[in-house]
């Protein structure tokens, strides 16, 4: 069964209800997360949690819960294993339609889970290369908000499968910023670059992991502004995020990178993301 998480409440998903005044719903007025669990334990779960914290504090919600037991609990009533924990967080219902709001609203509280990939059965053969686009960026100027005013990057992945793509990579003033739910690296001559932390972009849990490992194995790394020409003529491409980990890029517009395949580094790369997943969760 699909039990949800709604305001204190674990339920059936069908029977989960919010107010059409819901302010998460009328205006986007809120925000959220998404933590991977595996074997029912949550990984990263505090850097998560500090990035909600930055959320919940940029649009001043003021709340304290228990995140992690609430999250742990839910996670136990769907069975444990290999999840995907979405919590969002509106700022409320006034029961009326107002731009502005008060102080004193009580926010809605939501969480749910989807089932993930097994990262204690797959190996690198098992990852699906990914095909992306590049398309400008349209989004507001504090990404590094995890706001659930996703419809700039629904419209651009939209875009891309239209294009027989999966992912598109947004464009800012010249410079790439991030794909539409997840980071971008490019690989040239075993350097990884990938663009700064900024507000122009989400601070992934992954992409500082991927940075965390590189720095631990010795490979460079450098944060820097990337353009077209700098990704199209990489050696590699990848793309991070909490549920689908690092994953190749093997064409961008339809112009294969590098040899077309899994690039090596990326290998390297899976290997010990995967190593460190698997050591975290087993103390192995
Ligand atoms: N950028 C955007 C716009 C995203 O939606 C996501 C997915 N949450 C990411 C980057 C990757 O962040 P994380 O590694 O924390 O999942």
């Known amino acids: 069964m699909n039990i949800v998480y709604l305001n204190g409440v674990y339920l059936p998903a069908e029977d989960a209800k919010i107010s059409v005044f819901d302010r998460g719903f009328l205006f986007g007025d809120s925000v959220y997360e998404v933590m991977p669990y595996y074997q029912g334990v949550g990984f990263r779960l505090q850097e998560h949690l500090e990035r909600l914290q930055h959320s919940l504090r940029a649009l001043q919600i003021q709340l304290e819960l228990d995140w992690e037991t609430l999250l742990d609990e839910l996670v136990w009533q769907n069975g444990g294993g290999n999840l995907s924990v979405y919590l969002q967080i509106t700022r409320g219902s006034a029961g009326k339609r107002s731009h502005s709001y008060a102080d004193d609203l009580q926010p809605t509280v939501f969480a749910c889970c989807t089932p993930i990939r097994d990262i204690y059965k797959d190996g690198p053969e098992d990852i699906e290369p990914i095909r992306a686009i590049v398309t400008a960026d349209l989004r507001w100027h504090r990404c590094d908000i995890k706001s659930t005013c996703l419809l700039p990057n629904i419209l651009v992945v939209h875009q891309a499968q239209a294009q027989q793509a999966d992912e598109a990579l947004m464009m800012r003033d010249g410079k790439l910023t991030e794909g539409s739910s997840c980071n971008l690296f490019v690989i040239?001559?075993?350097?990884?670059?990938?663009?700064?932390?900024?507000?122009?972009?989400?601070?992934?849990?992954?992409?500082?992991?991927?940075?965390?490992?590189?720095?631990?194995?010795?490979?460079?790394?450098?944060?820097?502004?990337?353009?077209y020409d700098a990704l199209i003529g990489a050696d590699e491409v990848w793309i991070s995020s909490s549920t689908r980990g690092v994953v190749p890029v093997i064409s961008v517009d339809d112009q294969p990178i590098g040899d077309g395949g899994k690039g090596p580094l990326w290998k390297d790369m899976f290997e010990l993301f995967t190593r460190y997943q698997q050591k975290l969760m087993t103390g192995m």
Do not use: F, N
Request: proline fraction near 5%.
């Open 188 to 227: 040239q001559r075993g350097v990884i670059y990938t663009p700064k932390r900024s507000s122009e972009i989400l601070g992934g849990i992954t992409r500082e992991l991927i940075l965390q490992l590189a720095d631990e194995h010795g490979i460079p790394y450098q944060e820097v502004d990337l353009d």
